[in-house]
């Protein structure tokens, strides 16, 4: 019994703590709410990638694109988690055991989640299509720890719970 509330309570850290991090990763302004940086983009939250690997300017434009196209997809994902997550809080709030309301709404958060990471990681890998391998190869080693929270913060934050 013991066991099972413990790997209840670490899969809804897990699930709060990958909501966050995707959160923060792909809802971001709407096109229209971001102004325009120094270096003439619209994206000033791509404005690193283009520093960091030194994009031209096509290679910006289609990797530009590339989000763009993707953020919509990512709000709908987030918009669903939130949903599932208030859904688990009033079914927290409302009962004091394990119900079949409960573990169905678990499930759908974490098939949420799954649909999330997977279309993460189609985009991450599509924008790393579009660049020279060099580029690609260093976009992905910084891209993806982060994206799969395998960076040591990540798993240090795991760990002490």
Avoid at 31 to 48: G, I, K, M, N, Q
Avoid at 95 to 121: D, W, Y
Avoid at 148 to 161: N, R, V
Wanted: hydrophobic letters at 40%; a neutral charge; proline letters at 6%.
């Amino acid at each position: 019994m013991k066991r099972g509330l413990g790997v209840l309570i670490l899969a809804l850290l897990l699930g709060i703590a990958a909501f966050g991090v995707g959160r923060m990763l792909c809802c971001r302004p709407p096109v229209d709410a971001v102004y325009a940086t120094e270096d003439h983009t619209r994206l000033p939250e791509l404005r690193w990638l283009r520093q960091q690997l030194d994009l031209n300017d096509k290679q910006f434009s289609e990797v530009s694109r590339l989000h763009l196209a993707y953020r919509p997809t990512c709000e709908s994902l987030c918009n669903r988690i939130m949903m599932t997550h208030e859904k688990i809080r009033q079914l927290l709030r409302e009962g004091s055991k394990m119900s079949p309301e409960l573990t169905a709404a678990l499930q759908e958060n974490a098939s949420i989640q799954v649909e999330c990471q997977t279309a993460l990681l189609e985009h991450v890998y599509q924008t790393a299509a579009c660049l020279p391998p060099e580029k690609s190869k260093r976009y992905l080693e910084a891209v993806l720890p982060h994206v799969m929270e395998l960076t040591p913060e990540a798993s240090s934050t795991l760990q002490g719970h």
